[in-house]
């Protein structure tokens, strides 16, 4: 069965920096198109960035431009989302999501928490 499993979170202080990361099993990233989203207490799932198959980052949430970067290396099989001058805005569950042309999967999640 498919596996995508984030990992990198924790407890950041606001203007500190995290490096998340998604590696996938069962599954070949270079073949998808992946995304990066998250989640709030309370609020609804929102998409932070997103980055093509060939490597085009296609969409960044506005709230997180200028301090987000994704990325991702096909040969560890793994997509990165980089974060920069952190928020307490930035607390949430962070999500990886994978698309295929027949498919999608979603990872466990995993914790960021930005607070002094």
């Known amino acids: 069965q498919v596996q995508l499993v984030e990992s990198g979170g924790g407890l950041v202080q606001p203007g500190g920096s995290l490096r998340l990361s998604c590696a996938a099993s069962?599954?070949?990233?270079?073949?998808?198109?992946v995304s990066w989203y998250r989640q709030a207490p309370g609020k609804k799932r929102e998409l932070v960035a997103a980055?093509?198959?060939?490597?085009?980052?296609?969409n960044y949430t506005d709230s997180v431009k200028g301090r987000f970067t994704i990325s991702r290396d096909n040969s560890k099989n793994t997509v990165y989302l980089q974060m920069n001058s952190l928020k307490p805005e930035d607390t949430a569950v962070y999500y990886c999501?994978?698309?295929?042309?027949?498919?999608?999967?979603w990872g466990q999640g995993t914790q960021v928490t930005v607070s002094s």
């Open positions: 999501n994978a698309v295929s042309r027949i498919s999608s999967y």
């Open positions: 069962r599954f070949t990233f270079s073949s998808a198109a």
């Open positions: 980055i093509t198959s060939a490597g085009d980052i296609i």
